[in-house]
């Protein structure tokens, strides 16, 4: 007998998910498993861990934090870039954080849980973390002294033109002291909580200050990178962190110098990218070399 037409496609696609289930759902699957287990592939595969006197202490491929458990830095340790992956570093949250160059203005809310920091205001925040942990000048052109993006709101006579009727140091809440005292002959404002100048016809007005023009904290300490799981740091900023791990370590800093350059990787094929240091493998081994104090 033969079967409706209907009937016998459903037959047919039934068949075909089956298959293709097992295929792709089961054999596939475990045949790339298999193959990541051959020798020479089973390390990546199985996350390039590291272990050390047999405790496993993280992975080559995922950076993580060596802070505190407050969250601070070790100081006797190279520390890693930011990570807006989860918490950081959180490989089943691998993410940016989204926030681009015209991200200068935080939201300031009544309710703190509420409120955020835009981009700007992160970076000033961790340059002037990394400055003060590493005693360098953490100063970056468009921030506070108190580490927060240095931006005006500039309300006008006449909307965009006109003379300034009003101005609002938008990063800074009451009773905050603005970074500058007046603009264009107006007194400057802290801001208020939930308050929005920019939708209340505020012109955002980034002011540079004196900051050096070429920041002595380099760019990855402050930014995170797009996965959120980078474990390598530039040469500069491990260069940044050599005189201050020495010191806690008590050790010479040309000999810290020298196991960064053993543990700093070049470019890809000779020309992709840049150079990388890897942390945790380096603060690996100043352990071994260099016991803390």
């Known amino acids: 007998m033969r079967l409706p037409t209907w009937i016998a496609q459903h037959l047919a696609a039934l068949r075909a998910v089956l298959v293709f289930t097992v295929l792709l759902g089961l054999v596939y699957p475990l045949a790339l498993v298999a193959l990541g287990q051959l020798p020479g592939l089973n390390h990546k595969a199985d996350g390039s ?55 200068v203005v935080d939201t300031i809310a009544t309710d703190p849980e509420e409120s955020s920091e835009s981009l700007l205001t992160q970076v000033c925040g961790r340059s002037k973390s990394v400055g003060e942990l590493n005693g360098v000048d953490g100063r970056r052109p468009y921030c506070t002294d108190d580490g927060v993006g240095a931006v005006l709101a500039v309300f006008r006579a006449d909307g965009l033109t006109g003379p300034v009727t009003r101005v609002v140091s938008v990063n ?12 264009e002959g107006v007194a400057v404002e802290p801001a208020q909580p939930g308050e ?49 791990v020495a010191r806690e370590r ?3 800093p040309a000999a810290v110098r020298k196991l960064v350059k053993e543990h700093t990787d070049g470019r890809g094929l000779g020309f992709m990218g840049e150079p990388g240091v890897n942390v945790l493998e380096l603060n690996i081994a100043l352990d071994k070399q260099f016991a803390a104090r």
């Open 172 to 183: 800074q809440a009451a009773p905050a002291t603005p970074f500058v005292t007046e603009y």
């Open 196 to 244: 929005d100048y920019v939708a209340a016809g505020g012109v955002v007005t980034p002011i540079r200050g004196d900051a050096p023009a070429e920041p002595a904290v380099p760019a990855d300490a402050v930014t995170a990178s797009g996965s959120g799981l980078d474990p390598q740091i530039s040469p500069a900023y491990a260069e940044l962190q050599v005189n201050r």
């Open 49 to 103: 861990l590291i272990t050390v006197g047999g405790d496993t202490v993280g992975s080559a491929l995922i950076g993580q934090s060596f802070t505190d458990a407050d969250g601070n830095p070790v100081a006797r340790y190279f520390q890693s870039r930011p990570s807006a992956a989860g918490d950081g570093y959180d490989p089943t949250s691998t993410s940016a954080s989204n926030l681009g160059p015209e991200s």
């Open 250 to 252: 008590g050790a010479d």
